[in-house]
């Protein structure tokens, strides 16, 4: 069981490129969030979705998209870089959106604009 | 908004005890405790739904206070192995917060030798 895989573990952009951060997971979940993590910001809550279809944005929407075409995958996407997105991204699942259940968080993707 | 932690960091020797806080201005459904190594992803310690529940884990118990929108994270007779960035995550109860898993900004356990 594979659990929560995100591609690419590492990546550095140039300021204005675009790119997509893959989220997968293998649970069957409903539940998949992005967050960003900061030096003494914690985890903040980008977008989420509650199922298939189904996407809403969190607390630091501005300069990504998402969209959930399938239960499995949770992209999100630069549509264009700027260095202040330079931050480290965790996806997260859970099975249901109730707030009952624990939520898997993947390695991460460590991401760097220049 | 993010659900506030305190304090920011606790430094401990092996053997003593600690207390971290979360606190709410918005009602809750229920609280999340997670644990961070250095360089790796959040680990699940504990759920606690609103009813003012305590848990256990091992010698990390928690608790939910639903009136005051708080939540406490006791961990005892503290080991090597506690180390790390402790966080505590929010489900607000109902409304345009259906789905929303919050963090706060996390706690940075320290524990020596």
């Known amino acids: 069981n594979a659990g929560v895989t995100q591609t690419p573990k590492f990546q550095v952009l140039k300021t204005g490129q675009s790119m997509t951060l893959q989220c997968a997971q293998d649970m069957n979940h409903e539940y998949m969030s992005w967050y960003r993590q900061d030096p003494g910001m914690g985890l903040r809550l980008i977008h989420y979705s509650v199922g298939a279809g189904i996407t809403d944005q969190g607390e630091v929407p501005n300069g990504y998209n998402v969209s959930r075409s399938t239960t499995e995958d949770f992209p999100l996407r630069l549509l264009s870089a700027a260095p202040s997105q330079t931050s480290v991204y965790f996806c997260?699942?859970?099975?249901?959106?109730?707030?009952?259940?624990?939520?898997?968080f993947g390695q991460g993707t460590r991401l760097t604009v220049v | 908004q993010q659900p506030v932690q305190s304090p920011q960091a606790v430094i401990l020797r092996e053997g003593e005890d600690a207390v971290i806080n979360c606190s709410s201005s918005?009602?809750?459904?229920?609280v999340h405790w997670y644990r961070q190594k250095h360089g790796e992803a959040p680990v699940f310690l504990m759920i606690l739904l609103k009813g003012g529940e305590q848990k256990g884990h091992d010698k990390i118990s928690a608790s939910f206070n639903e009136k005051k929108q708080q939540s406490s994270l006791y961990l005892t007779a503290s080991q090597l192995s506690y180390s790390g960035t402790y966080f505590c995550?929010?489900?607000?109860?109902?409304?345009?917060?259906?789905?929303?898993?919050?963090f706060g900004q996390g706690t940075i356990l320290t524990v020596h030798p």
């Open positions: 995550g929010t489900f607000y109860a109902g409304g345009t917060s259906y789905g929303k898993l919050t």
């Open positions: 918005k009602a809750l459904y229920s």
């Open positions: 997260a699942s859970s099975y249901v959106v109730d707030g009952n259940t624990e939520a898997f």
